[in-house]
């Protein structure tokens, strides 16, 4: 059954995104050159990694606050290590720096029993903490082994570096969502917990599984962001959680879990990096951004609300 | 027979916490051997215990306010400004009154949008944080007139003056928890959502009432922090909702919802001053305190996990002896 409800409800956001893009288009037509396309694009590549990430954690009907946080160590680990690890080895720590908080995250909601959103709600101001101790509240700047900025700068097989991991995520992402027995297992917690624990899913485990995917996604959004500012500081990232739930929710991904969309997701981070684009071409000073901003999150999340009662309405 | 719980010391855990960790820390510390430095905790927790008032009766109702620091920093700067045209007794009032419109608009996203509280809190902790630094265009405010310094650093009766706020409101809030239809319509929501609206209470009328108060108490707390720090910024008390949030939950208010003292709230506010400050004495790393806090509040989230885990064994265990009883006198 797909009435026509429900197809908008799939594709709602598609629209929504062509919708501003035209009306952007009109009003500066600078928004679709393609440096200011090629440059939407790997603006967007941050956000939507993580919110791919995001995604599996939502659908399962949980959170990940802390995630700002992560991508705040993150830029510190890469900032310290790469001049002695170079690039490649420093990635590869933070890869495991990251995992590992992504674990604890799990356990503690696992093991103590605390909703995902309190106990990552302490851990963002733990993990926050544990950045700024290990860079004593300093910027961490890269100043030997540009190595990192490939991340930014380089291309693979002819495709902007940041763009084409952007794609890689997300397709990686798609394939568990839809074909893993990890993915199943996701959306069937999200969609019924208890059912999922009687019906032998290892709730456990794959919860904590879902906490490492968007700590390790985090951790790839911050190496692109580290290799832009070439610079590792314990105050990037406030308020990123917010950006990347917006993005999963504005992407169609159901706040009452079990429904998750992996494309609408990466189409809202483009739609988010779009508005904020275009706001910054229409000469909008940044307080007045941030307002918009949080403006365009009730929106997405009245509509989201709105959707939900339309579902509830037709059963 | 209950005892009155005042009295009742397996509801006042928080209060043999705090009185145990200021022996161990007189103990340890000749700092802690002056009377200044506990009327300076005293100070310093009234301002997180008051916003606390009202965020007690949020989470009784299975809630959360996420934007009350960014909504304290526009409320001080709006009581900075005004406050030397109005006199005292006039700005309370209207930075109680616009702290309760900020609740109010917050609670309709809430209640009438049926926004997730927590989200939608989460989208006003940006909103009001940028309006504070558009009104402000990013510069601190000031007042010039002295006198209303006295409110957030003065004394009366050598008793600290915010400290004096603490006590009536914990008072007014512990009489509107337990003696007003509010409060106990409060309780149920936060008991059973679906049981309050089978038996006729207005839940949605209620909840955007319960966000009205936290932006009422909020709005005070807002009043005695600008008096305190003589100014108002956009960029103040960052992280204040957790402060806030640490309090009311490590005071023994069930996250669960339906559970909660607005007088242990203000104890717990008074074990996190008296934290910071011995962390401060003790000389512990700024960012170090954030990890501490942390942990306590982790420590605090648990708890009643932990409780009822324990609960639940022991009513299973004695269970399971009545049942071994029963059968063998069959």
């Known amino acids: 059954m797909r009435g026509p409800a429900r197809l908008l409800e799939s594709y709602f956001v598609y629209l929504v995104a062509a919708v501003t893009l035209a009306v952007f288009a009109l009003l500066t037509p600078n928004i679709l050159t393609g440096a200011n396309i090629i440059n939407l694009l790997t603006n967007a590549a941050t956000v939507a990694i993580a919110a791919a990430g995001m995604t599996f954690a939502i659908t399962a009907g949980g959170f990940d606050l802390s995630i700002g946080s992560i991508l705040a160590l993150t830029t510190c680990v890469l900032g310290k290590l790469v001049p002695h690890l170079g690039a490649w080895g420093a990635v590869a720590v933070a890869l495991l720096v990251g995992g590992v908080l992504g674990a604890v995250n799990g356990l503690i909601v696992t093991r103590l029993r605390i909703q995902t959103f309190v106990a990552t709600l302490s851990t963002m101001i733990v993990y926050r903490g544990l950045a700024l101790i290990y860079t004593a509240g300093r910027d961490a700047t890269l100043y030997a082994n540009l190595d990192v900025k490939y991340f930014t700068a380089g291309a693979l097989l002819g495709v902007p570096f940041p763009i084409a991991l952007t794609l890689l995520v997300f397709l990686t992402a798609y394939a568990v969502y839809r074909w893993t027995p990890f993915g199943v297992f996701v959306r069937g917690i999200g969609s019924n917990q208890v059912a999922a624990q009687v019906s032998g899913i290892p709730v456990d485990a794959v919860l904590i599984g879902v906490f490492v995917v968007t700590a390790t996604t985090t951790v790839l959004s911050g190496t692109l962001l580290t290799s832009q500012l070439l610079t590792g500081n314990g105050r990037v990232g406030l308020g990123f959680e917010l950006e990347v739930i917006t993005a999963t929710i504005l992407g169609g991904t159901s706040l009452s879990g079990g429904r998750g969309n992996v494309w609408g997701t990466l189409v809202a981070a483009l739609l988010l990096t779009i508005i904020a684009n275009g706001l910054n071409l229409l000469g909008l000073a940044d307080p007045y951004q941030r307002l918009a901003k949080g403006l365009i999150f009730i929106v997405a999340l009245a509509l989201d609300s709105l959707l939900r009662l339309l579902r509830e309405r037709r059963r | ?330």
């Open chain 2, 1 to 330: 027979m209950s005892r009155p719980p005042w009295f009742d010391l397996r509801e006042r855990g928080i209060l043999i916490a705090v009185a145990l960790f200021w022996a161990i820390c007189a103990l340890a510390n000749p700092m802690f051997h002056e009377e200044s430095t506990y009327l300076s905790i005293l100070r310093e927790a009234s301002f997180v215990g008051v916003a606390g008032i009202g965020m007690t009766f949020c989470i009784i109702s299975g809630d959360f306010d996420l934007s009350v620091g960014s909504m304290l920093s526009l409320l001080a700067i709006a009581c900075v400004a005004m406050v030397g045209h109005t006199g005292l007794i006039l700005a309370v009032v209207l930075v109680t009154l616009l702290g309760a419109a900020c609740g109010t608009l917050n609670g309709a996203l809430i209640a009438i949008l049926r926004i997730p509280a927590f989200i939608a809190t989460l989208a006003m902790y940006f909103i009001y944080r940028a309006l504070a630094y558009i009104v402000t265009n990013g510069q601190p405010v000031q007042f010039q007139e002295r006198w209303f310094t006295a409110v957030g650093n003065g004394n009366l009766a050598g008793i600290p003056i915010p400290f004096v706020y603490l006590l009536i409101l914990t008072a007014a809030g512990t009489y509107i928890l337990r003696r007003t239809p509010f409060g106990r319509q409060v309780l149920a929501i936060g008991n059973s959502r679906r049981a309050s609206e089978i038996s006729g209470i207005r839940i949605a009328r209620i909840r955007i009432l319960i966000f009205a108060v936290v932006g009422a108490f909020t709005g005070i707390a807002a009043l005695l922090i600008s008096s305190r720090l003589w100014s108002a910024n956009s960029g103040m008390k960052i992280g204040y909702e957790f402060d806030v949030i640490a309090a009311v939950v490590l005071g023994g208010t069930s996250l669960a919802g339906g559970k909660g003292s607005v007088v242990n709230t203000s104890i717990a506010a008074v074990f996190f001053a008296s934290l910071n400050t011995a962390m401060n004495m003790f000389h512990v790393d700024s960012y170090m305190q954030r990890v501490v806090i942390g942990i306590v509040l982790l420590f605090a989230f648990s708890l009643n996990g932990i409780r009822s885990y324990v609960g639940e064994r022991l009513r299973l265990r004695r269970a399971a002896r009545d049942l071994g009883l029963a059968a063998r006198r069959a």
